[in-house]
């Protein structure tokens, strides 16, 4: 049974720093690219970050890229989301998922992840 478990979010002060990290069981993770989405309330699912198997590529939507870094450690099943200088519009719930089909090449269409964690909330407070 595959399953996806993020951490790390939590009650956070416009301006600071947090860091969510995702760690996976029941699928060979270096099989998979791994991205990071976030759905604010009333608002739709968006892509955030992706990272292939190995690390070697990364990818981030623009409105993040200059605040937010990504980053996996294969031998602990691990990807992590770094956000600094989070502003009060970085409020969201922020799901980790897995991509066999990006592997090589990850990719920001939702679709195309197999597996998704359940989710955890960052709340920005001004």
């Known amino acids: 049974q595959v399953q996806v478990v993020e951490s790390g979010g939590g009650l956070v002060q416009a301006g600071r720093s947090l860091s969510l990290s995702c760690t996976t069981s029941g699928l060979t993770f270096d099989n998979y690219a791994m991205g990071w989405f976030r759905q604010a309330p009333g608002k739709e699912r968006e892509w955030v970050a992706c990272?292939?198997?190995?690390?070697?590529?990364?990818y981030l939507r623009g409105s993040v890229r200059d605040r937010f870094t990504i980053s996996r450690v294969n031998a602990k099943n691990t990807v992590s989301l770094h956000m600094f200088s989070l502003p009060l519009e970085d409020t969201a719930t922020y799901y980790c998922?897995?991509?066999?089909?990006?592997?090589?090449?990850?990719?920001?269409?939702?679709?195309?992840?197999?597996?998704w964690g359940q989710g955890t909330q960052v709340t920005v407070s001004s």
């Open positions: 990272i292939t198997w190995s690390g070697g590529n990364s």
């Open positions: 998922a897995a991509s066999a089909s990006g592997k090589y090449r990850c990719t920001d269409e939702g679709a195309k992840y197999d597996y």
